[in-house]
């Protein structure tokens, strides 16, 4: 046996695998309700009814606004000290399709707002979580709901022990392509869902976005979004420009030399403040348009603000002292292949991160992959183990799980009780909104 995998079945010790089911509200110090109020701070006063009212709209809206509330709650019991570059994040959908610098759609996680190095089985445990949450949410029996939870976790031991098995430059190079998600269905269902995949692939790029949300103005292009989807601050359009500048220098320093010889060559047109999702409503998003210099190209810029992980408080801080520095450092680790313009930036007390927005990024919903819910979920444990082994040990976390269904278990029966703990949650947010003690917006979407 190597050093490696003695180190994981050493791990077992640290924590028995079959006792990671094990699940108490009682271990909180900290209410659900008072870790959310505690995120307030970092959040535009503005928005948080908005960011209430939408984690108020369902059980699964709560669980993805919740990564705090959990990040407590897994830190509560003790892990394995199988270290990796965590997502943070790892719910089914943040799992989907993305083009790689060459143009190929690859699958992979998309969103890593709170990764941290911190053990493996933190990520499982949000995923399989997740795959009930959803899978009642969208009314899938519950034999299927546990078939995907127990395909995901299957997916990630398997892939895992592969990766084991593996060359460090064959587990880097590794990428799960467009196809694979598709491995496995019916023929008439897999090809309706590849001409959705190619019809999408088409229309969120660049040009696809232009149509959608671009208007003409005086002559002049401008960003157009529906009122639930931007904010305007009243800012004067030459202080915006000049925010923008500041960010842009910043931006700079964070990308290789060459990528800035790109970037030079285009213009900004026009800058919006955005409101995106339900865990980061309230955190400040910008989009902005650019335009090349021939005319002819248009490029979709997000600028995303980062903050401290939620899982810094249990872990320790992050070796990064800019919040988006994290975030792209640990993109970069644990993607097959990463947006050419990622990049971080300060801009006064506040950090953030940097992406093309959308350019053939296809995210599923949850009513899409409800249909064929084991599979996506399969991917998806395959896709969180490529990420962990480029990050971690696959030896050692190979050797942890191991051949048995211990850990299988372990990690099916714990997201089973914290399933059902995310509706209690959930209702009990519900109940501080009715009772006025949490003010929500009267339209989350």
Request: hydrophobic share 40%; glycine share 6%.
């Amino acid at each position: 046996m190597s050093a490696d995998a003695a180190e994981g079945r050493r791990a077992r010790k640290r924590a028995p695998r079959r006792g990671a089911a094990y699940w108490d509200p009682a271990v909180r110090e900290v209410s659900a309700l008072q870790r959310l109020r505690a995120q307030e701070a970092v959040r535009d006063p503005q928005l948080l009814p908005l960011r209430y009212a939408r984690m108020a709209s369902s059980p699964w809206a709560y669980l993805r606004g919740a990564a705090a509330v959990m990040a407590a709650d897994l830190a509560a019991a003790p892990h394995s000290g199988l270290q990796v570059q965590m997502c943070g994040d790892a719910h089914i959908l943040n799992f989907g399709l993305w083009a790689s610098p060459e143009r190929r759609l690859l699958f992979d996680a998309r969103d890593f707002d709170e990764t941290l190095p911190g053990p493996f089985e933190w990520d499982i445990k949000r995923l399989v979580t997740s795959i009930y949450v959803l899978a009642s949410a969208e009314g899938v029996a519950d034999q299927v709901a546990s078939d995907a939870a127990r395909a995901a976790i299957a997916s990630y031991q398997t892939s895992m022990a592969q990766y084991a098995s593996m060359g460090e430059l064959d587990v880097w190079y590794d990428h799960i392509t467009s196809d694979v998600p598709l491995a496995g269905l019916s023929s008439t269902f897999a090809k309706e869902a590849a001409q959705t995949i190619e019809k999408q692939s088409k229309k969120r790029t660049h040009e696809g976005v232009a149509r959608q949300l671009l208007v003409t103005e005086n002559g002049r292009r401008r960003i157009s979004l529906e009122p639930l989807k931007r904010l305007d601050e009243g800012i004067h359009p030459d202080e915006r420009a000049r925010s923008y500048d500041q960010l842009f220098e910043t931006y700079l320093a964070s990308i290789p030399p060459h990528l800035r010889r790109l970037i030079h060559r285009f213009e900004r047109v026009d800058t919006v403040r955005q409101i995106v999702g339900v865990g980061s409503v309230g955190m400040r998003v910008w989009l902005h348009l650019m335009e090349g210099d021939s005319g002819r190209q248009l490029v979709f810029f997000q600028a995303k603000q980062a903050c401290a992980s939620v899982y810094e408080e249990f872990l320790g801080p992050s070796e990064f002292d800019n919040a988006g520095q994290r975030v792209v450092a640990g993109q970069r680790l644990m993607q097959s292949a990463s947006d050419i313009f990622l990049g971080h930036m300060r801009v006064g007390n506040e950090d953030y991160y940097a992406r093309q927005f959308r350019d053939m990024k296809i995210i599923p919903s949850g009513q899409q992959i409800s249909g064929y819910l084991p599979q996506f979920s399969a991917v998806c444990g395959r896709a969180l183990a490529k990420a962990h082994a480029r990050s971690g040990d696959p030896t050692a976390i190979a050797a942890y799980i191991g051949n048995s269904d211990a850990f299988a278990a372990g990690i099916n029966g714990f997201a089973v009780a914290y399933a059902q703990q995310t509706h209690n949650d959930h209702a009990d947010l519900q109940l501080a909104i009715s009772s006025g003690a949490v003010t929500a917006a009267e339209r989350p979407w």
